[in-house]
Nanobody, 123 residues
Framework: QVQLVESGGGLVQAGGSLRLSCAAS????????MGWFRQAPGKEREFVAA????????YYGDSVKGRFTISRDSAKNAVYLQMSSLIPEDTAVYYC????????????????WGQGTQVTVSS
């Protein structure tokens, strides 16, 4: 069982930065691959980034490559999403998720989800 709690969302101007955090409970956090997804009103859930359990692999959606960075700290049971050069199209609810599977870009493969944190980018 894994429980996930996101934080760090908020309102930011275009071009700004935000760092999202996801705190995980459970002794086996280090065994889970972790991902970030986002969902804007009226749109499907979109893959943002993922990181393997060993942190030796990181993957990004095309729309955020070069602007976002995912990382994890297993000692703190946490995963982070550093977002830079934000644009209004990044506005969405951002979700942290955990999976045992290796196909990390499909939200259907994730076993546990956080409640989400709102990110709003103003133009």
């Amino acid at each position: 069982q894994v429980q996930l709690v996101e934080s760090g969302g908020g309102l930011v101007q275009a071009g700004g930065s935000l760092r999202l955090s996801c705190a995980a409970s459970g002794r086996t956090f280090s065994s889970w691959n972790m991902g970030w997804f986002r969902q804007a009103p009226g749109k499907e859930r979109e893959f943002v980034a993922a990181i393997t359990w060993s942190a030796n692999g990181a993957y990004y959606g095309d729309s955020v490559k070069g602007r976002f960075t995912i990382s994890r700290d297993s000692a703190k049971n946490a995963v982070y999403l550093q977002m830079s050069s934000l644009i209004p199209e990044d506005t969405a609810v951002y979700y942290c998720a955990a999976t045992i599977y290796t196909s990390l870009t499909y939200y259907q493969n994730y076993n546990y989800w956080g409640q989400g944190t709102q990110v709003t980018v103003s133009s």
